[in-house]
């Protein structure tokens, strides 16, 4: 760490790993009411656990982004950020609205919730992901901007890297399309078509940008290789994700009231939207084989190569199991939609986020770059036992999508949705069992920051 | 990367690339726009007797999240059915959508997932199957492939 002010990071991460918790909580609920329909009805139905754990995934994601953004920008721009006490100060007022928005989904009615907030007002509630109250989606613009504007002055006034660019364009845009939120008509075509603007422009087009970003800063940091080489292959990333994804959004046009040719658009770029994901696993081999130092933060790396490799299996090939529009006819909004959801947050989103951690926590801590050897080696453990829960956790939903389209929407006697949840229970019990290892793993994960402390950084040969 | 491919190259690519798929984007959605009220049922948005009821039937529904576990037309949650044609699935029976939601026991049903018991008047669980009569009205190209949802 090479500038004080990078230490803001340290609360962004210690934040967004509590909400990470909660995600996985409240997941493990909504997991259970998937068999035992009646647990913990009425005090905690369904919709209220699932908000929790979208919202705080949503919430921690960005919390995340912000530290990411608050280590790295300063290192690039080779400056102290602008204004830290900002940074600080914005953390807490978004730590504060966020555990006050849960605390509304949990003590209140959503309805209580909605006429306490003034819903009415600027009616912005009650739609997929979009469930904040309004005031706290005004919050996040007042967070964000203030958020853009201390890390662009902080670019305007040092070195201009790439790196800084691209992931000021990713957050720049993450703002500008949430703005969509605001919009929200009584025509149910046209909210959802903008609906979309926030949800699939924001994970299938500006927020690669910021894994891009982020994932390049992370292997320029641990490889070394030649900066020229890496900003190239980061253009070219970003460049094929925004020409595919832009027009891609068309694979959520095929049956929502707009027009047939959506069916054409839609297929045809969201299916080379994998490209980008794909070169992204091939640059991040390509860069770690080509390395001109052995970094000693081993699970940094691990988690750099498991970002590469769990996106494009996420989103790529589980997004392409459903983007053609003959095939999404019988898997739209069923359980393929959730195991795709799951891998491809999971592998892009999460696993950046946990990258970034893992590279710059050691720091800021105190420690010179990397934690001590047995720290890493829980860290990987931790690793390891999340990203193969969520492999089996995908492949069950899977397995539970199939049968349901199946069943429910193919053949001579389809059989209703409530029935046919019944018959594929067994998977929906492997699946809860899977997230109780994923739990585990979490576990495993957070105590790496607890073990080792004293010991000291693991020695690396000099690189050939 | 061949050397003969460098970094302007691929950063023009970026951003020319961005620019004209961003503007065949927004090409594509005016044209939508143009074909918009021949597919989302306007002629019921429109008019002066269903639009207030399918406006408040759209704010219940977003008040009470019934997103959260449901579907409409594919999009929310997969705990609960589809409901963008539960009005066809119902036998086009506008009472039927009401009595179902009107008889939801407030402690759920043992064992079985359960929906809540909103306490909704007349008035409003009218506006609830109008606003769900409507959606069932919008052209989804066929969509879903049965009554089943
Ligand atoms: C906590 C989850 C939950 C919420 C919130 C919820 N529902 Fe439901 N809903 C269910 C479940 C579960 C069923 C299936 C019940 C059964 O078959 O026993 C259902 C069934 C229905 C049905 C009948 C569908 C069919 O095909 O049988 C209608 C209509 C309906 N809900 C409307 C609504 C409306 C309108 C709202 C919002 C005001 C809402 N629901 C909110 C869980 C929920
Ligand atoms: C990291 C990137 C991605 C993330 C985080 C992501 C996440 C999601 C999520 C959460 C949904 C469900 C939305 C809802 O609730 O309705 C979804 C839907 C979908 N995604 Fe992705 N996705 C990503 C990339 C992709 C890619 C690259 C493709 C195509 C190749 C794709 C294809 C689809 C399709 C077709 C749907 C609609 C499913 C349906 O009809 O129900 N996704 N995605
Ligand atoms: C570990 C155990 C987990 C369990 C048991 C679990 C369970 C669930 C359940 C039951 C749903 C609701 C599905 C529905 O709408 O019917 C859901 C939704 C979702 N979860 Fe998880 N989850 C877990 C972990 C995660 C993780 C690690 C992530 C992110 C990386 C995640 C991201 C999501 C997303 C994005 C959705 C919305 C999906 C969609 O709309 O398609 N979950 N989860
Ligand atoms: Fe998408």
Redo the contacts between chains.
């Keep these: 760490m090479k500038y004080k002010s990078q230490k803001v990071a340290r609360l962004y991460f210690i934040a967004a790993l509590v909400l990470f918790v909660a995600q996985i909580l409240f997941g493990l609920i909504?997991g259970l009411?998937?068999v035992?329909?009646?647990f913990l009805?009425?005090y905690m139905?369904?919709?209220?656990a699932?908000?929790v754990h979208t919202n705080a995934l949503i919430v921690w994601l960005l919390m995340a982004f912000m530290g990411a953004a608050y280590y790295l920008v300063p290192e690039e721009a080779e400056t102290e950020l602008a204004m830290p006490w900002l940074a600080t100060l914005m953390f807490w007022i978004f730590f504060l609205a966020a555990g006050a928005t849960v605390a509304g989904y949990l003590l209140l009615s959503?309805?209580d919730l909605?006429?306490l907030t003034m819903?009415d007002m600027l009616?912005t509630?009650?739609?997929?992901f979009l469930?904040q109250p309004t005031i706290t989606k005004l919050g996040i613009v007042v967070v964000a901007l203030a958020f853009l504007l201390n890390i662009g002055l902080t670019i305007l006034k040092g070195r201009k890297t790439?790196i800084n660019l691209v992931l000021l364009m990713g957050l720049t845009g993450l703002a500008v399309f949430f703005l969509f939120s605001f919009y929200?008509p009584?025509?149910?075509?046209?909210d959802?078509?903008y609906?979309w603007w926030v949800v699939h422009l924001w994970v299938e087009g500006v927020w690669e940008l910021i894994l891009g970003a982020i994932l390049a800063f992370v292997l320029i940091k641990t490889t070394g290789v030649d900066r020229?080489?890496i900003?190239?292959?980061l253009?070219?990333i970003?460049?094929m994700t925004?020409?595919t994804g832009?027009?891609g959004?068309?694979h959520?046009?095929?049956?929502?009231?707009?027009?047939?040719?959506?069916?054409w658009?839609g297929s045809i770029f969201s299916a080379m939207e994998p490209i980008p994901f794909f070169m992204m696993t091939v640059f991040a081999f390509n860069m770690v084989n080509k390395r001109r130092r052995n970094h000693p933060n081993k699970a940094a790396m691990l988690w750099a190569l498991g970002t590469a490799v769990m996106a494009f299996l996420g989103a790529g090939v589980w997004g392409f199991l459903h983007t053609l529009a003959p095939v999404n006819?019988?898997t739209?909004?069923?359980?393929i939609?959730?195991a795709h959801g799951h891998m491809a947050f999971y592998g892009a989103y999460v696993m950046i986020s946990l990258t970034i951690i893992s590279y710059a926590m050691p720091m800021l801590m105190g420690r010179t770059a990397a934690n001590s050897n047995r720290s890493q080696v829980r860290e990987m453990w931790g690793f390891w036992l999340m990203t193969i829960s969520i492999v089996f956790i995908t492949l069950f939903l899977t397995g539970a999508g199939v049968l349901q389209a199946f069943l429910?929407?193919?053949g001579e006697n389809?059989?209703?949705?409530?029935v046919v949840?019944d018959k594929i229970a067994l998977f929906y019990w492997l699946r809860e069992i899977t997230g109780v290892v994923f739990l585990i793993g979490l576990i495993v994960y957070l105590s790496s920051f607890f073990v080792g402390r004293n010991e000291p950084e693991p020695e690396v040969a000099v690189a050939e | 990367m061949a050397q003969a491919f460098t970094k302007t190259m691929a950063r023009n690519i970026f951003y020319g690339g961005t620019l004209f798929f961003f503007l065949l984007f927004l090409a594509l959605t005016f044209d939508s726009h143009g074909q918009f009220p021949s597919r989302d049922n306007r002629a019921a948005l429109e008019s002066p007797d269903l639009g207030p009821k399918i406006a408040l039937g759209k704010k219940l529904w977003e008040e009470n999240d019934c997103i959260g576990c449901h579907t409409l037309l594919g999009e929310g949650a997969y705990f609960a059915p589809e409901l963008g044609n539960v009005y066809k699935r119902f036998g086009e029976s506008k009472e039927a959508i009401m009595g179902f939601i009107k008889s939801r026991p407030k402690d759920g049903v043992p064992g079985r997932r359960s929906m809540p018991q909103f306490n909704f008047t007349d008035e409003e669980l009218d506006a609830l199957a109008e606003f769900l009569k409507y959606v069932s009205g919008i052209n989804t190209s066929h969509w879903p492939p049965n009554v089943n949802g």
């Excluded at chain 1, 009584?186 to 046209?190: A, E, G, K, Q």
């Excluded at chain 1, 959520?252 to 069916?263: A, C, K, M, R």
Aim: no cysteine; proline share 8%; net charge neutral.
């Design positions: 909504m009411q998937y035992m329909g009646d009805f009425p139905p369904f919709n209220v699932r908000m959503y309805s909605a006429k819903n009616p509630m009650g739609r997929e469930e790439v929200n009584t025509n149910v075509v046209l959802k078509y609906w020229e080489v900003e190239k292959w253009y070219i970003i460049a925004l020409i832009i027009i959004t068309g959520h046009y095929y049956w929502i009231g707009t027009p047939e040719y959506w069916q658009w006819y019988y739209h909004g069923s359980q939609t959730a429910q929407r193919m389809p059989t209703p949705f409530m949840q």
